[in-house]
């Protein structure tokens, strides 16, 4: 089976599930796409040897080479980890159900646009919830709308900061990403 992972930030969940399917050799990792050059998943991608695609943001609106792409490679999943573009119609139909997100908090809450990285925690905390933790989820053309496949909770309390309630999300993410993709591609 065949992966594709969008990543745009450190990269530390691409990680992850690059780790996790090289040990396992259930799947692969075929194509990582980002549209910001200057982030962490190209130096992973290197070093993994994984191919890896700068993304042209007009032609991720308005064309079909990235559908293509992905399509030519034989995609079973796109994992989006990290990725804050809302995802076009066009992707969305040629991978139904097939293209999953992860989001630091418990949707439907602290989501939608502009709801991301510290954003989140800040508003968690913010709002004094006394639990956070983890979506991940189908994506469909809204942000962090689509039908929701495992959340996770953490708890917050009274001495965290946006740093040691992401810290607590990020062992989340990291424990269960992985899994779920492999449940997704059986
Ligand atoms: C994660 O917190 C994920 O939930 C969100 O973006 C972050 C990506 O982190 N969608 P990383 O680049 O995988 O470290």
Known sequence: KNIAIFASGTGSN????????RNTGLARVTVILSN???????KIAEREQIPAVLIDKE???????YVKLLQDLDTDLVVLAGFLWKVPANLVQAFP???????????????????????????????GETESGITIHYVNEKYDDGGVILQER????????????????????HRWFPLIVERLLK
């Open 14 to 21: 691409a990680q992850k599930i690059i780790d996790h399917f």
């Open 36 to 42: 910001k050059a200057e982030a962490g998943i190209f």
């Open 59 to 65: 032609q991720f609106f308005r064309g079909d080479t």
């Open 97 to 127: 159900n097939r293209i999953i997100n992860i989001h630091p908090a418990l949707l439907p809450k602290f989501g939608g646009k502009g709801m991301y990285g510290h954003f989140v925690h800040e508003a968690v905390l913010a709002a």
């Open 154 to 173: 953490c708890p917050v309390t009274a001495d965290d900061t946006p740093e040691t309630l992401a810290r607590k999300v990020q062992v989340l993410e």
